[in-house]
């Protein structure tokens, strides 16, 4: 119980923090302008453009070309025995891509290196292999260099589900996806790149006349409902991208010995952290990364709520369950005191209460009989009243026995009714009958306590 409520609290109090940390990001994304790379002003930028590789790309698992890339193998070991039994995810296979890379908005480009930004990725995994379709578990294995000397998933169904789990944690930025960077820019001497692929990638998408983008639905909108999702945009533009890089390998001149001069374009600066802000990139454009935040916000929010309020209510009734046991233990003491020491102390009752016994009235047949009579009426009616008051009466012998000592005709009562279910001795009967019996309970003033 205890580490249920430490985890929830500890869960809940994260998630509300990263919610609180995520609203302030959307809320710098949309009160902070966007500026052009061959514009920008030193400090503070937010650019929205292109992932282009500033070196060699590198072959993602799913056959991508990709700028950015990191992928994990995983297998769930389990250690130790018993109540210190533990899993944990062991990495058994990576590989990992992390080069600066270009951001391209139409104007220049500027440099970005990934490996020191917060990342808000949306083209990530983090999937068991068990839920894996045949074709993606064939190219992982293709991707996985050396088979010999790492054991590899099972195929089969037995394999997947009574075999040792295994997961896949990717997360990656595919050449010309879209790209949102936020961070501290500091400009450069004038530097220039040729590229080739470059220069068709910027004629396929952007107006070479405005340096704008161009009406892309042609390329983007695959559903054609005349809608253009940040799906398809993740989608569409990394297409764009690789039939630039094939116009470019098919053209003369490639190999850079003959390249037009529009394929020249200008590095203005780079885009890292300063001691105030920190390098922020992700692959949504402006928009649709403010959607994004807005309802991971409102997820995390509610999650982080619901834990502390669950860990919250677990310790109350953990402190109530405690409390309760250390009251009765307290208890407990007392009470055998009193049942040793009452009983004797009050055995017998008074002189005036023995002379209003019905054993020493009066010997005429007539008053003994009006007297029988009456006591049958009370007995009836006192026996109908605590019927009725038992139901409100449910409380633990102790507690009615503490409440009979005090001065309740009702405990009293109580006990000398249920004394069976109580289990009480005689002793402790007729100690509770006298007891009533000086509350004012007359019909069990019939039986002397001994």
Wanted: hydrophobic share 35%; proline share 4%; aromatic share 8%.
């Amino acid at each position: 119980m205890e580490r249920l409520i430490i985890a929830s609290f500890i869960a809940g109090a994260y998630l509300l923090f990263d919610a609180f940390k995520r609203s302030q990001r959307r809320r710098k994304v949309e009160d902070t302008p966007r500026s052009r790379i061959e514009t920008a002003p030193q400090g503070h930028v937010e650019f929205e453009g292109f992932a282009w590789p500033l070196g060699e790309t590198t072959v993602a698992a799913d056959g991508n070309d990709s700028v950015y890339y990191t992928f994990e193998l995983q297998k769930k070991e389990k250690t130790g025995s018993g109540k210190s039994r533990r899993s944990k995810w062991t990495t058994i296979f990576s590989k990992y891509h992390i080069l600066p890379i270009y951001v391209f908005d139409g104007s220049g480009l500027a440099i970005v290196d990934p490996s020191s930004a917060k990342l808000e990725l949306v083209k990530k995994a983090n999937r068991r292999w068990a839920l894996l379709d045949h074709e993606t578990k064939q190219r992982i294995r293709d991707f996985v260099a050396d088979k010999k000397a790492i054991r590899l998933p099972s195929w089969g169904l037995l394999g997947n589900f009574l075999g040792p789990s295994y997961r896949i944690k990717q997360c990656q930025i595919c050449v010309g996806a879209p790209l949102y960077v936020s961070g501290h820019f500091k400009s450069l001497q004038t530097q220039t790149t040729q590229s080739a692929a470059l220069a068709e990638f910027y004629k396929l998408v952007y107006d070479t006349s405005t340096q704008r983008l161009r009406n892309n639905a042609a390329i983007l909108d695959t559903n054609n409902d005349s809608k253009i999702s940040a799906k398809e945009i993740r989608r569409g533009y990394p297409i764009a991208a690789q039939i630039a890089l094939r116009r470019a390998e098919e053209k003369p001149g490639s190999d850079g010995s003959d390249v037009h001069a529009s394929s020249h374009f200008q590095i203005y600066g780079t885009v890292g952290s300063s001691d105030h802000e920190d390098l922020f990139v992700s692959d949504l454009h402006e928009e649709h990364l403010s959607n994004h935040l807005g309802r991971a916000l409102a997820l995390r929010y509610a999650a982080g709520a619901m834990l502390l309020a669950l860990a919250m209510g677990l310790g109350v009734d953990m402190l109530n369950g405690n409390f309760n046991r250390r009251s009765k233990r307290s208890v407990s003491p007392k009470q055998h005191a009193t049942k040793q020491s009452s009983p004797a102390a009050t055995t017998h009752p008074s002189n005036a209460d023995q002379g209003d016994s019905p054993t020493t009235l009066g010997v005429g047949s007539v008053r003994q009989i009006d007297r029988k009579v009456a006591i049958a009426d009370s007995v009836s009616h006192e026996s109908a009243l605590i019927e009725s008051e038992e139901k409100q009466h449910e409380d633990s012998p102790v507690l009615l026995h503490e409440r009979c000592v005090g001065g309740d005709q009702v405990s009293c009562r109580t006990l000398v009714f249920r004394s069976e279910n109580y289990q009480l001795s005689e002793k402790h009967i007729s100690y509770y009958k006298h007891r009533a019996c000086q509350l004012g309970a007359k019909s069990l003033c019939e039986t002397k306590a001994p």
